[in-house]
Nanobody, 118 residues
Framework: VQLQASGGGLVQAGDSLRLSCAASGRTFSNYAMGWFRQAPGKEREFVAH????????NYADSVKGRFTISRDKSKNTVYLQMNSLKPEDTAVYFC????????????WGKGTLVTVSS
C-alpha cells in the first residue's frame, strides 16, 4: 500500500485548505483511512477517519465541525477539507490506512505541512 499526501501550505487563520491522499497498491474494501497530525514538539494525534466501504466518519473533538473527511472510490483518494483554520492546526498532516476500523494503522504516507498564521 502506498499513500501520498498533498495539499499542505501556508494560510491565514480563518482560511480553508483541502488535503488529498492518493492511495494505491491494492483494493481498500473494509479499510479505514485516517488523517493524523503532529505539531512541533507534540505527539502525533488522530484527526479523522473514514471507512472505505460505507464512508462512516469520526473526528477528533478539536476539529469537529470544521474539518470534513471524505473518500472518492473512483480516484482511490481520501480528502480532508479544513475550514476555519486556526494557528493551533499548524502541523504536519499524515494519511494512514488500517485493514479495518478495529485494526492498527500500519500504512503511512509522508506528511504534508500545514502552517496557519494568525
Amino acid at each position: 500500500v502506498q499513500l501520498q499526501a498533498s495539499g499542505g501550505g501556508l494560510v491565514q487563520a480563518g482560511d480553508s485548505l483541502r488535503l488529498s491522499c492518493a492511495a494505491s497498491g491494492r483494493t481498500f474494501s473494509n479499510y479505514a483511512m485516517g488523517w493524523f497530525r503532529q505539531a512541533p514538539g507534540k505527539e502525533r494525534e488522530f484527526v479523522a477517519h473514514v471507512t472505505w466501504n460505507l464512508g462512516s466518519t469520526n473526528y477528533a473533538d478539536s476539529v469537529k465541525g470544521r474539518f470534513t473527511i471524505s473518500r472518492d472510490k473512483s480516484k482511490n483518494t481520501v480528502y480532508l477539507q479544513m475550514n476555519s483554520l486556526k494557528p493551533e492546526d499548524t502541523a504536519v498532516y499524515f494519511c494512514a490506512a488500517a485493514r479495518s476500523l478495529s485494526a492498527s494503522y500500519i500504512f503511512w504516507g509522508k506528511g504534508t505541512l500545514v502552517t496557519v498564521s494568525s
